[in-house]
Structure formats: C-alpha cells, structure tokens
C-alpha cells in the first residue's frame, strides 16, 4: 500500500472512533450555529460539538496544511484532499467555523514573527481563542485607508483609542486584530499597523448592532485608552496597509465561497419553492415567467460554480480574482435570495408569530441578511473598481 | 474533471492564435466580403490549415486523422473566433468529422473521412427547417424504393452549405412531423441531379445555403447511421457542434472585449482616457466577469465531450446559451464604448456584432438552450 492510502486508512478508522454520531450526517439539526465557533465565551448546548473540537484541535486538522509546530496537522495537499474527502464521506461537519482560521492565520503564516506564531496559531487551531476584525470605522468605509483610530507609542506599548464599526461577534469574541492609526495621516497608507489586541484589556467594549434582519451579527467596538503591548504589533510599524489587503483577499474569497455554498447545500432551493407556491406542470414551474427567471439564474449558478472549481484548478490566481468572486458571489446571493422570497410570496416576508413556520420566518431574515453581503468586505462598487484597475489596468480618473 | 488544458492543447492553441493573427486578420473577412467571395473562405488557407492538420482532429488515426478530441478542436476555433477567421473547419471538421465517425459504416469512414482529414473534401450538416432551430421538426422526407430511398423537401440556412461537397442531411423515414423517432441521416453528394442550392447572403458575410431536394435519389449505401434512428444519436453530433461553435463564440467575444479596453485606455474626451470614467469602468469590469463565467462553462463542456460525460447535454447546452448572453452583451457594449466610429462600417468591430448574433442562431439560440438545459435538470 502506498504512503497515501495508508494514511487514508489511518484517517478512516480515526474518523471512526473520535467524530461522535451528532456531528455526522444524518443527525438532528438542533445544534445552533454559534456553538462551533469556540473561544473563550463558548456555551455548548450539545457537548459533542466540544468534544468534536477538542479532538480535531488536538490533531490540527481544523488548519490541517499548517505545521506541526504551530499546532497545524503538517498535512500534505494530498494528504488534505484524503481528510477533506473522508470527512465528506461520513457527512461530518466543520468543527470549527472561525474569522482566525480563514482571515488572521494566513497573514500571521506569511507576516507574523516567530513568536507570534507560536503564540495565536496553536489557540487559533485549538478554538481556544475566537477573533474578530477590527477594519471598518465610522468615517472609513470604502476609504479604509482614511481610518482613524490612534495607537500612540508609549515606549514600551502603544495606547490605543478610537472606535470600529461592523466589527463581527465582537461580543462574542476574545481578541481583536485591528488596523490602528500610528503614523501620519497624509500619506494615509503609509501610516497605518496592524495590531492584535486582547479585548479583555481594560478600555475596550462592544455594543451590538441591530440589523434590518432584525439579527446582530455585526457590533461597534469601542477603544478608551487601551494599553497593547508592542509585542503585538504584525509586521513593521506603519506596514499594515500590505497586511490588511491580504487579509481582505483571503475574506472576500471566504465570502464569496460562503454565500455559494449555502446555496448549493440549502433544501430551500429557488426550483423547490417556486414548484411548492406557483404549482407543478409535467415538472416544470407552472409559472413561465418566473420559470424562465430562475432557469436563467440557475445556470448562471452552474458557470460560477465552474469557475469557481477553474480557479482551483489553474492553482488559485491573483488578488483580482477574488474580487470577482466576491462580486459576483454576492450579488448572485442576494438575486437568489430576491427569487426565494419571490417565488413564496406572502410566506417569504413573514416576520414572526405562529403563522408562518420557521423555515419561512428564517428566510424573511436571510433576504434582509443579504444585503449586506455586497457591502461587507468591501462593497461591489469597490470590487468593480479593483477589477477595473488591477485585472484591465484601466487609467484612474 | 479538470478545468485546465494541458500542454499539447495549450500548444495547439498558440499555434492557432499566431496562424490567424498573421494570416487572417479581420481585414481577411472584410476582404472576402468586399469582393463578393462567393466561397466565403478563402482555399489557400483552408490547405494551409489542413496542413496544420486541424480538418483531422477529430478523425481517428486510422482514417488520416489525429483523434486529439474536442478541447483540442475548440480552442483552435476559439482562436479563429478572435479575428472571425471564415474557414470549413466547423461544417466539416467538426459536424462532418464526427457523424462519419460516430455513426458512419466502415465503408463510409473509408471513403469519406480520410478526404475530409485531408481537405479534398468539405461538408456539411443539413437539419433546420424554420427560422429557428428545432431539430424535433422534420417535414423533409425520405421514402424507400427499392435500394434507393428519395427525398424530397427543403433544409434552410445549411451552414458552409454553398461550398460542400457532401451533404449530411436529416430526413424522415417514418412517423409525422414532430415525431422524433423517424429520423434518419443520409449522405448526399451535393453534385447531384434535383439538389438545389441557393446561397444566403447572411449579415455575418459567411457561407450558408437554403438547399431543396425534389426527388433527390441516394442509395441505401448513403443511409449514415440506422433508419429511424431517431433524435438521440443525432444530438451527440449536435452537441459537439455547440460546444465547438460556442468556443468559437467565445473567442470572438475575449477579442471583442479586448479590442475594447484598448480603445478605452487610448480615446481621449474631455483632455483625458474615456477609461478612466467610472461609468465605463464598471460596465467593463461586469463583462470581465460573464466572459469569465463563459470561459468556465465552455471548458467545462468541451472537457465533458473529452470525458465522455453523462451530463454533457447540460454542459453543451449550458455552453452555447451562456455565450450567446455573453456575445449580446460584449458585442452591444463594445459597439457603444466606441462611439461614433462603432458604427461605421470602416472599424472592425461591427463584424463581431454581426457575427455574435448569427453564430448564436446556428444550433439553438440562447432561449433554445435555457428550455432544454431546464428541462433536462427538471425546473
């Protein structure tokens, strides 16, 4: 037997004995989505969910390419393509779903010093420590780069104070990585770090932001004299404008990928909808109009899903490209979302009450969600710009 | 299945661009136009392109060909897409090319599919019968006497039909008109007697003809396939055909697009590049990203027909639709982002306006596609 399908034995039979029967396929789907996130704040409502953690954790398999050493499972890409497809097999699901593992770990890998990486990858691969983002400001959306927030050199520590906005779970999470103000404002780029800041820190508080899903994903985080040692700043002083770029490719490509996935795996498909409330003729959605909507979107969906997979298999191409996916992953999620709601009519903008059930409830406040999608991480308009320049190197105006 | 080429079909694929770039430029097709070519293709590059051995990439070995398959075919058609490069390559290498060899007896693939490999002869697949292609329609018909069966009835907008020399045409031999059943495939040679051929002057300055058959006699040795082998098999040979054409497709609507960013970055209004207006930008950056989608979708349908795939209807489909969204779109907006001179016959780019629209009507429009491609999925 050869190295690889020794290792897929080994894996199989490890699946076996240590993913429990609740995180497989097939179980029921009561365990809330906030669970699988770990961090310090984490309630588990079903200890499976900790212990499917745990022992992922343990082996570094929920960042299986990253080295042992940092905590990783060292695996090789074939090695990983054998877990991913035994993991698949048996309908296990992700242990753990985390701003570190897909945003903070791949710049920490690429900029981050030893002991930085000794430090935050073990606990970011272990769950120990849930991450947010800390970007957007107040008067800095699209213009990032205009942000505000100061962290003044003390000598031994920078003094940081300033507020962010859109910071995701920043009440549920346990540290914070942050693009802060520590040099000059003109020239704005120049003049920004990236810093890693433990919220536990006295000075630093979250306030939750109700969105019109009616749902708070997303908190102001507040920064009054918060004292961050220098030992936590990534890369050099007045560098973090590189670090940050990297970091928005590695997140809009999440997003997009994200928002496509949901799609594909959901039962609550625009076809099935629109069969249940416009009726069925020979198989076919009885509305033809509506009919041709969706057959037009739905192969629309298929070339994504293809390029997607192209992009893989071309080996994964430069930062323009991700500004595609996350384009066009998010608007197609949110016509898929308008087509859902569209094709279910009164159901689909259900709010509450015991009228409606939940399923119709939960996509009202998925719609709505949406809309964020294309502003998040960058708005469309910005990855069109991004497009623009770098992909067709059209003149700036 | 992998959505890349590998490196024979990267190489043929360059050998192509570099071929139409110094050869047939879109000056070549505006020439042909202007002096009223009635071939519409000029011979001294078909055998140069034979030479290549293009006619025979999808013939077997055996026959005189090279059996390089269909990615290794459509990327050269996508590269002759780039400068609208009018050749039989399509009609004969591909439709031709892949009836003789799907479906035609030995003797057939002797006789004919060696002289297609070799450019001694051309052909061409006679199917719609009305303004849009449906091929579930067929009033043509073939009626048996004796070893022979007659034809009679008409076939409309035959494409490369004015020059070829062998006609594969659909006929039926049993039930009525929109029985699909009753189909069949014969071979006819376009010499002769009661075959009649009128060419089309088509906006696309291509070869196409509306041929009749009154009383055309063949005989059964010309039957290609079964009698009444019905529609099934006659899509496989379709499907190839929209693959190949929607590569083609393809590759007018990249050089389209390109042609179109340089002139953005080069026309100057109002003291600076008309590019650097947002308003251009991001209409520009969309069509990057529905070429891209199309790049997938036509890869992922030529890779299919490579793999044998039992999906590759949907892919075929999928294909050709989406690339004729995509020419509409790309066509449209390079025509616009031109201005003035967009619409003068004397700059290039009215021809792959003209061409996208009637590339996306030969075998199955855009809609023809959707229907079929929903109705095979069950939407």
Known sequence: MSDLENFRVEVKDWLDKNCPSTMRAGAPADTPIDEVWGGRKAVYKNPDSKLWLDRMGEKGWTMPTVPKEYGGGGLNKEEVKILNEEMFAIGARAPLLSFGIWMLAPVLLEYGNEAQKREHLPKIIKGEIRWCQGYSEPGSGSDLASLATKAKDMGDHFLVNGQKVWTSYADKADWIFALVRTGPKEPKHNGISFLLIDMENPGVSTKPITLISGKSPFCETFFDNVEVPKENLVGELNAGWTIAKKLLQHERKFISNFGLAAGMGSKKDVVSLAKKHFGEDEGKISNPIFRSKVIDHKMKEHAFGLTLQRAADEGGKASAVASMFKYYGTEHNKRRHELMVAASGVNGLAWDGNEFDDSEKNLTRAWLRTKGNSIEGGTSEVQLNVISKRVLELPSG | ?379
């Not at chain 2, 051995?53 to 075919?73: A, R, V």
């Not at chain 2, 005989?219 to 009444?228: F, H, T």
């Open chain 2, 1 to 379: 299945m992998k959505l890349i080429l590998n490196e024979e079909q990267n190489y043929l694929k360059e050998t192509a661009l570099s071929f139409v770039s110094e050869k047939t430029p879109v000056s070549h097709l505006r020439g042909l136009r202007d002096s009223n070519d009635q071939l519409c293709w000029d011979k001294e590059i078909w055998s140069e392109m034979v030479k290549l051995g293009w006619s025979g990439i999808l013939i077997p070995e055996e026959y005189g060909g090279s059996n390089f398959g269909l990615t290794g075919m459509s990327v050269i058609l996508q590269e002759c897409g780039k400068t609208l490069t009018p050749s039989p390559l399509f009609a004969s290498g591909v439709l031709g090319a892949t009836a003789l060899t799907k479906f035609g007896s030995e003797e057939q693939k002797q006789k004919y599919l060696s002289k297609i490999a070799s450019g001694e002869l051309t052909t061409a697949l006679a199917i719609d019968e009305n303004s849009h292609h449906n091929p579930n329609i067929c009033e043509l018909k073939a009626i048996k006497d004796g070893s022979n069966y007659v034809l009679n009835g008409k076939k409309i907008f035959v494409v490369d039909g004015a020059s070829a020399d062998i006609i594969i045409v659909v006929a039926r031999t049993s039930g009525e008109d929109d029985d699909v059943g009753g189909l069949s495939m014969f071979l006819v040679e376009s010499d002769c007697s009661n075959l009649k051929k009128v060419k089309l002057d088509m906006a696309d300055s291509r070869n196409y003809a509306n041929i009749t058959f009154d009383n055309v006699s063949v005989d059964e040795s010309m039957i290609l396939g079964e009698i009444d082998m019905g529609l099934e098999p006659i899509n496989e040979i379709l499907d190839v055909g929209r693959i190949a054409l929607s590569a083609e497709m393809l590759g007018s609507c990249e050089k389209a697009f390109e042609i179109t960013i340089e002139y953005l970055k080069e026309r100057k209004q109002f003291g600076v590049p008309i590019g650097s207006f947002q308003a251009l930008q991001h209409r520009a950056a969309e069509m990057f990203c529905e070429i891209e989608l199309t790049k997938s979708a036509v890869m992922a349908a030529m890779q299919g027909a490579e793999e044998n795939s039992n999906d590759l209807q949907r892919l075929s489909s999928l294909a050709k639709s989406i690339v004729g969204e995509t020419s509409h779109l790309v066509s449209n907006e390079a025509v616009q982002m031109h201005g003035g001179i967009g619409v003068t016959d004397e700059y290039d780019i009215g021809f792959y306006l003209k061409r996208a629209r009637v590339a996306e009507t030969i075998l199955g429009n855009s809609t023809f596609h959707q229907e079929r491609y929903a109705n095979l999925t069950g939407f």
